[in-house]
Nanobody, 116 residues
Framework: QVQLVESGGDLVQAGGSLRLSCAAS????????MGWYRQAPGKQRDVVAA???????NYADSVKGRFTISRDNTKNTVYLQMNSLKPEDTAVYYC??????????WGQGTQVTVSS
């Protein structure tokens, strides 16, 4: 059974940095897209950043220039480096893996809180 395990969420002051990690355990092959989403209280879950197996990336406009997504295909792991954090970045962050075939997988979520 495949599980995604996230880590790195924390409480940080505005302007600070955090690095989130998400690793897959279990048998999962040929992950196409890895992505990070976030959900603030009372809001819908939105995509933050995504990266393809070939390394192409996309970012939400609100995080461009501040966040960087990367992946290690040998470890089935995706990272999100978050710099210049703002209070509006406060949310639960979820990773998502989309295999070439079959269903996608979600992590359990990690809380990021940015204080002003």
């Amino acid at each position: 059974q495949v599980q995604l395990v996230e880590s790195g969420g924390d409480l940080v002051q505005a302007g600070g940095s955090l690095r989130l990690s998400c690793a897959a355990s279990g048998s999962i092959f040929s992950i196409n897209t890895m992505g990070w989403y976030r959900q603030a209280p009372g809001k819908q879950r939105d995509v933050v950043a995504a990266i393809t197996r070939g390394g192409s990336t996309n970012y939400a406009d609100s995080v461009k220039g501040r966040f960087t997504i990367s992946r290690d295909n040998t470890k089935n792991t995706v990272y999100l480096q978050m710099n210049s954090l703002k209070p509006e970045d406060t949310a639960v962050y979820y990773c998502n893996f989309v295999p070439v075939t079959g269903r996608s997988y979600w992590g359990q979520g990690t809380q990021v809180t940015v204080s002003s």
